[in-house]
């Protein structure tokens, strides 16, 4: 069985956020990046600020702050607690209404031939199975599930997709085009009605290696 991280990311949202203020200058003087992570591709515009690291991408918008993660590396949490806690502490009266942490996998068995017994044995529900039609070649299944896991709301979604053309570097024994299923966690707070929203959120932060590790376990249950 292969299995493999595709991506990751935080996610903050908020009902506005004052771009004006994440400008290069700022971040850099509290301390949020570092100044060589402030010396690529930066993208300041009304809208939208967007700095892409080494490690990872930051995005803001007027209703969000999102880092993305395209691998797996040791300093993940401290980065997610430098540059989203960072913002967070520093601006601490933004109306905060909900974080996430998203961690996305990819999967398939060794064989190629095996996908669709494999898909079906794992995901095909009762119901479905009598669906006229669920028993062709073709047919396809997923799952979804939601419990309270770590403080937050946790959400699986688990879909039938294809390899895209870079699929390589995610897996050498995987080719464009081929079958997989995608794993998508979901760490979901809503933050609106709590005493702190701020503090809550640099709370839900510091969850996100605690998310990785369970999230790598239960992949590895699923995708057996």
Not at 52 to 59: M, R
Not at 112 to 139: D, H, V
Not at 163 to 183: D, F, K, M, N, T
């Amino acid at each position: 069985m292969n299995r493999v991280m595709e991506n990751s990311s935080v996610v903050i949202i908020a009902k506005d956020f004052n771009l004006s203020i994440l400008k290069p200058l700022w971040l850099m003087n509290n301390k949020i990046f570092r100044p060589e992570e402030l010396e690529g591709d930066i993208v300041v515009t009304p809208p939208a600020v967007q700095i892409q690291s080494v490690n990872f991408q930051f995005v803001a918008l007027l209703d969000r702050l999102q880092v993305s993660i395209p691998r797996v590396y040791g300093n993940g949490q401290s980065d997610i607690n430098r540059v989203c806690g960072g913002i967070v502490k520093a601006l601490p009266h933004t109306p905060y209404t909900a974080i996430g942490l998203n961690f996305h996998y990819l999967g398939a068995p060794q064989s190629r031939e095996e996908f669709a017994s494999w898909e079906k044995e794992l995901f095909a529900s009762p119901w479905a199975r009598e669906i006229e039609g669920s028993q062709a070649e073709n047919a396809r299944f997923g799952s979804y599930l939601s419990f309270d896991a770590i403080g937050t709301r946790l959400k699986i979604d688990i879909k039938p997709t294809n390899a895209g053309g870079s699929i390589g570097g995610l897996c050498s024994s995987w080719h464009p085009g081929q079958e997989l299923i995608r794993v998508h966690f979901n760490y979901h707070t809503d933050v609106t009605n709590t005493d702190a929203p701020a503090e809550t959120v640099v709370n839900r932060l510091a969850k996100w290696e605690e998310a990785l590790a369970m999230s790598t376990g239960l992949v590895e249950n699923i995708c057996k």
